[in-house]
């Protein structure tokens, strides 16, 4: 009984069980291996990843990598932040980064560089209607 509660505190307290399993496109450089548990993630993830597991990532920093779709890409909900944030796509989901575009992007509309792989560094929060969205902090 004993150990079942210790085990039970571990979970909660780190906030994940060992045996988790990531859903979204994999690729060899993203996080599968010790996921749970952790804090901070360095390794780079996609869009996917991150918005069918955005529960695990909460408050943490992330690395994502997706296709940089200014304002024109497919979020359905409204910006999180400001009418600035910005949209990050990869497969069929889509993100709003609040924060600057990173250096070296084309700013919309009309931006060339639209539909390019990009990465950013960032904190995962949830708007007031809990869909999940990216703040930048650091470029």
Known sequence: MAICLISVLISVTWGCNTNQ?????????????????????????????????????????????????????????????????WMLEYGKECIYVSGPIPLGIERPPNSKDLGREIDVRGKLLFDKNGTPYIKIISQ
């Open 21 to 85: 399993t990531l859903k979204g496109t994999y690729h060899k450089d993203d996080i599968v291996k010790g996921a749970s548990g952790a804090k901070n993630f360095k390794e780079t993830i996609y869009v996917d990843v991150l918005v069918n597991n955005a529960l695990s990532f909460k408050d943490k920093i992330v690395a994502i990598r997706g296709k940089y779709m200014g304002w024109q890409g497919s979020c359905i909900s409204p910006p999180p932040e400001t009418r600035s944030d």
